[in-house]
């Protein structure tokens, strides 16, 4: 079966082929792309309560048996010793060099089991440790729904709800037939919802506090009406939020969604992965977008303290893959930080404006709304001057701030107020077919806080990785 070595073998570098891909747009796949409009989802999540429906975008990796604490300690940077039962993480493994390779979000269930919910990175990779391995482990590897199922039926091994909003707690309430526990940021909990105990997660991915359910997805069908009843016994207006609007709820709560995996390069146990890795995965498929191009793909790796994950590294297990690396990463200040760009709105209307110039034989690359993210990772040059200080990683539109927002990473000098420029739109034509025939332009960014959300920043993200840089 042809490898993600060979894939990369027929092309200049992982660069051009990642450039080049032809699979389309990153697509949110099964749920509606609206139920209302994406404007009043958007507006929901702060001022009524929404329904996320994620049964289908993400990857599910279930790890139980004997050695399963000890081999995801292994498997990830985070520190073990406070993980007790009915509690999550946010999981993030590294490779031997100490570059990001993604994250998902991981239960534990049992004392010897654990459920690990995200992208198809972390999940291929924590695959291939134990495959490589002698750990008493047993994965089941349940992966997120086609993108484009085509009117074929889709089944998943669970369902996944999230509610939140500032009139969530009512509905927590009526659905439980009484107050629900209080539930600690990333503790578990068991609620009703009518006649079915589901276990619920303390989160809330757009920066409100919220509650994210599970079970089987035999149930779904139940669970979703029974939470939309409940809604409107209590008179909260719910919104159920569709892919359009989804993508960008991270946006004013500061998770980067798609780095890089940094697995493109390496010898060892990386050569070793990418023969292992098969031709048709995200990794050889995904798309590098954006104005930054480089022939060396390290170029677009980043490190957990770039991201603000840093202060979860378990420095005192013993070993953890990359943790040579990262102890001579920490502090180097070559780190660039995590931050948010705030797009100025009339450059952002002058490239709108281009496609209803006539005069022009190409506009500039199309913003789409309310995400214009148009490739897996993305990677738009910042720029002060003539000199690159950040990259812009992931970007959309919020109506809750009136305003384009993307997450990025930028150099140490960078202080939040400085107004940089961010090229935006790519400088060749490649064979993607998501991006059109456009010209470059500049726009130009204000560097914000990350979060973005004030109400995520200062009350829900006070002590949450999403506000931390290193």
């Known amino acids: 079966m042809p490898s993600l070595s060979d894939a990369i073998a027929k092309h200049a570098n992982p660069v051009e082929m990642l450039r080049n891909s032809r699979i389309g747009m990153y697509v949110y796949p099964v749920v509606a792309p609206e139920f209302t409009n994406w404007r009043d989802e958007q507006k929901a999540w702060r001022d009524s309560a929404v329904l996320f429906d994620q049964s289908h975008h ?60 995200g992208r198809a990175p972390t999940a291929n990779w924590t695959k291939f440790q134990a495959a490589i391995g002698k750990w008493k482990v047993r994965l089941l590897h349940d992966p997120r729904s086609p993108s484009r199922p085509d009117g074929e039926r889709v089944l998943r091994t669970h369902y996944r709800y999230q509610i939140q909003g500032p009139e969530a707690p009512k509905i927590f309430e009526k659905i439980n037939g009484g107050p629900v526990p209080d539930i600690k940021f990333f503790h578990v909990d068991w609620i009703n919802v009518g006649n079915r105990r589901v276990q619920a997660l303390r989160h809330g991915m757009a920066g409100a506090p919220g509650l994210e359910i599970w079970g089987p997805y035999a149930d779904k069908h139940y669970i979703e009406s029974t939470i939309l009843q409940a809604a409107r016994d209590v008179g909260v207006e719910i919104h159920q939020v569709g892919s359009r609007a989804y993508s960008t709820n991270t946006l004013e709560s500061g998770w980067i969604p798609s780095p890089l995996p940094g697995i493109y390069t390496g010898d060892g146990m990386l050569a ?66 995590k931050v948010t760009f705030e797009w100025n709105a009339e450059d952002v209307l002058k490239v709108i404006g281009s496609a209803f110039d006539p005069t022009r034989e190409r506009p500039y690359k199309w913003i789409d709304f309310p995400q214009p993210n148009y490739a897996s990772s993305s990677a738009d040059m910042v720029m002060h001057g003539d000199k690159m200080v950040g990259m812009s990683m992931f970007n959309g539109y919020s109506y809750n701030e009136r305003c384009v927002l993307s997450l990025g990473v930028v150099d140490q000098s960078v202080e939040v107020g400085d107004v940089l420029t961010m090229k935006w739109g790519e400088p060749d034509e490649t064979q993607k077919t998501s991006a059109e025939r456009h010209d470059q332009a500049e726009i130009r960014v204000r560097v914000s806080p990350t979060p973005y959300s004030t109400e995520a920043r200062e009350s829900y993200a006070a002590d949450s990785w999403r506000t931390k840089a290193e």
């Open 272 to 337: 070793d992965y990418r023969d292992w890795l098969g031709a048709e995965s995200y990794e050889a498929n995904g798309t590098i977008g954006g104005s930054f191009v480089s022939d060396n793909i390290e170029d677009y790796y980043v490190n957990p303290f770039e991201l603000g994950y840093g202060f979860y590294i378990g420095w005192k297990k013993d070993d953890f893959v990359g943790k040579a690396a990262l102890e001579k990463m920490k502090d180097a200040p070559s780190n660039r930080k």
């Open 58 to 117: 993400m990857d599910e990796l279930i790890v139980e048996g004997p050695d399963a604490e000890a081999f995801l300690a292994h498997v990830g940077i985070n520190g073990f010793s406070n993980f007790d039962l009915n509690r999550a993480k946010h999981f993030v493994p590294v490779t031997p060099n100490g570059h990001v390779i993604g994250d998902m979000i991981i239960f534990r269930e049992r004392e010897d089991k654990f459920i690990l919910v």
